[in-house]
């Protein structure tokens, strides 16, 4: 899907279908003046499946709740019009091409006496998988470099929030791409204790123990986290979350992170030391068929053949 099929694209602004290149937000908006914006992201696989959409949506409405923020679209509609935007954009995308899908919801505008009820605004709209990232991710892994930036404590807003003040992250991969050009950045909370990147969830796996992830109340509850603990426990591989710390992360024999669009890749550094001797492990490979064969789409393959 190049620049131009995607300025052709169809997307849903509060209410309306339009040309995605007519998107816009109001400056005035508090999600654009403050930061409020509730937000997810989805992909398809197959070019037509929308990857657990029930349990997005169901995040979506949880972070919606913890901001006392409403939509006027109960669940089945918001299903409904992800499904209706997916099917109006058909003809713009490639055979088998899978997209990104995304919902943003703001607060609007400010109340004012001419318009007391501005009402929240619904964003939806697609955008291309950066399938050559994402092939050079499979085939070469991700570094990482801890972050000094830490990770918003839950007294600001807890981590199960899904939304798009991340100023944080921004400086936190600023600081890791000084370090490591191409590194993300992996935040620590207030503790000094594993949390997760600026875009994924973060897995260690022990040959002897299993899999782990950090302690559910303090990471954001990632979708594609939550699918991998499914596979893991179909593979008979243990999985456990628990607080960890960057000691854990030497001594790791493999190292992953889950995000929705690569949905599981391997990171082969932190801080400059190399993890699975500096490259992808048998276990990613493992995970990463056991992901295909779930979703029924071969996740290497098709990358690859995306990418070039």
């Known amino acids: 899907m190049d620049s131009f099929t995607v300025n ?3 997307a849903f602004s509060s209410g309306k279908w339009c040309r995605q290149s007519d998107l816009s937000i109001d400056p005035n908006d508090i ?20 990857f657990a959409l029930k349990d997005h949506l169901d995040r979506l409405f949880q972070s919606l709740s913890i901001i006392s923020l409403t939509i006027d679209y109960s669940f089945e509609e918001l299903t409904l019009l992800c499904h209706e935007l ?21 607060p609007g505008p400010p109340a004012t006496q001419e318009n007391p009820h501005p009402g929240t605004k619904l964003l939806l ?33 807890p981590a199960a929030l899904k939304c798009r003040s991340r100023m944080h992250y921004y400086l936190a991969d600023q600081f890791a791409q000084q370090k490591v050009p191409g590194a993300k950045a992996l935040l620590l909370d207030q503790q000094g204790n594993l949390c997760e990147t600026s875009t ?17 109340e303090t990471i954001l509850p990632g979708i594609s986290l939550a699918h991998l603990e499914k596979l893991a426990a179909k593979l008979n591989i243990p999985f456990t979350y628990k607080t960890l710390t960057t000691d854990d992360l030497y001594v790791a024999d493999e190292i992953f992170l889950c995000s929705t669009s690569p949905c599981i890749y391997p990171v082969v550094s932190i801080d400059q030391k190399e993890v699975s001797l500096g490259k992808p492990g048998k276990v990613f490979r493992t995970l990463l068929d056991a992901w295909s064969e779930s979703v029924g789409t071969d996740l290497y393959n098709t990358t690859k053949s995306f990418a070039f």
Do not use: M
Not at 86 to 106: A, F, K, M, P
Not at 128 to 157: D, F, K, M, R
């Open 200 to 216: 994924a969830n973060i897995v260690l796996y022990s040959q002897d123990q299993g899999l782990f992830s950090p302690s559910k």
């Open 86 to 106: 997916l099917s109006r954009n058909q003809l713009h995308l490639g055979q088998n091409e899978d997209v990104g899908l995304t919902i943003l919801v703001t």
């Open 31 to 50: 999600g654009f003046i403050q930061g409020v914006t509730v937000a997810e992201r989805l992909r398809t696989f197959g070019g037509k499946t929308v």
């Open 125 to 157: 709209f697609l955008s291309p998988l950066p399938y050559h990232h994402i092939y050079h991710l499979y085939q070469n892994g991700q570094p990482l470099v801890i972050s000094p930036q830490p990770q918003i404590p839950a007294e600001c807003w």
């Open 8 to 10: 052709r694209l169809t």
